[in-house]
């Protein structure tokens, strides 16, 4: 399937600095999904970006496919100590179709 | 919540012996997928699920399998347990198969001893 890299692989931040976390392709990507895991939990959906450019946002989060549709960002302003936790993005559809394969994610930690 | 049950949630067992993991997803959803999650990793995806046939597989070892029942409600078989294989276990549901959303459970930590 095409795979996709996350970067980085961990972050750590003051509470109250910005945060922003890649995933990139080499191949164009049908459509980007992000979950986030915080620690002893389950994987929960954040957000599905579709379209080339697309930008959406939720409270703090910002969302971003890139104009080609290779790459894929999550940006969070002002990470708060809940922000805390592993962030993965998954190629869904395309030959990923059906697989739902996650990355290994990029781990945060936010110190207050 | 998810609306995805996951039963049993802890489960110890010896090397050698066999157990179920069982997964209802939510309602009306017909995928189901599993994961094992080892401490510190990723999530690996096992196989998929979709209205009761198998969709998509992915690294699970010989010794797992699972199936999807006619109430759409699945179960993970792992057998001739190893050390290795204590993990965090997860199954996730999703109305389609592919790229709708899929909900995850609250998983089974499998602990061989």
């Known amino acids: 399937g095409q795979q996709v890299m996350q970067i980085p692989q961990y972050q750590h931040v003051q509470e109250g600095e910005d945060f922003t976390t890649y995933c990139n392709s080499s191949?164009?990507?049908?459509?980007i999904q992000w979950y986030k895991q915080r620690p002893g939990g389950h994987p929960v959906f954040l957000i599905q970006?579709?379209?080339?450019?697309e930008v959406k946002k939720q409270k703090r989060l910002t969302f971003q496919f890139g104009e080609a549709k290779k790459n894929s960002s999550l940006h969070i302003t002002a990470t708060q100590t809940t922000d805390v936790g592993t962030y993965f993005c998954?190629?869904?559809?395309?030959?990923?179709?059906?697989?739902?394969?996650f990355g290994q994610g990029t781990i945060l930690t936010v110190h207050p | 919540d998810s609306g995805v049950t996951q039963t049993p949630k802890h489960l110890i067992t010896a090397t050698g012996q066999r157990v179920t993991l069982r997964c209802s997803p939510r309602?009306?959803?017909?995928?189901v997928y599993w994961y094992q999650q080892s401490l510190d990793q990723g999530l690996q995806f096992l196989i998929q699920?979709?209205?009761?046939?198998?969709?998509a597989k992915g690294n699970i070892l010989e010794r797992f399998s699972a199936q999807q029942f006619p109430d759409l409600h699945s179960e993970l078989n792992l057998s001739s347990l190893e050390l290795g294989d204590s993990a965090l276990y997860f199954c996730?549901?999703?109305?389609?198969?592919?790229?709708?959303?899929?909900?995850f459970g609250q998983g089974t930590r499998l602990t061989v001893v």
């Open positions: 699920y979709y209205n009761g046939e198998e969709r």
């Open positions: 970006l579709v379209k080339s450019g």
């Open positions: 996730a549901s999703a109305a389609g198969s592919g790229s709708t959303e899929a909900f």
């Open positions: 998954h190629n869904a559809g395309g030959t990923s179709y059906g697989k739902l394969t």
């Open positions: 191949t164009t990507l049908s459509n």
């Open positions: 309602s009306g959803d017909l995928s």
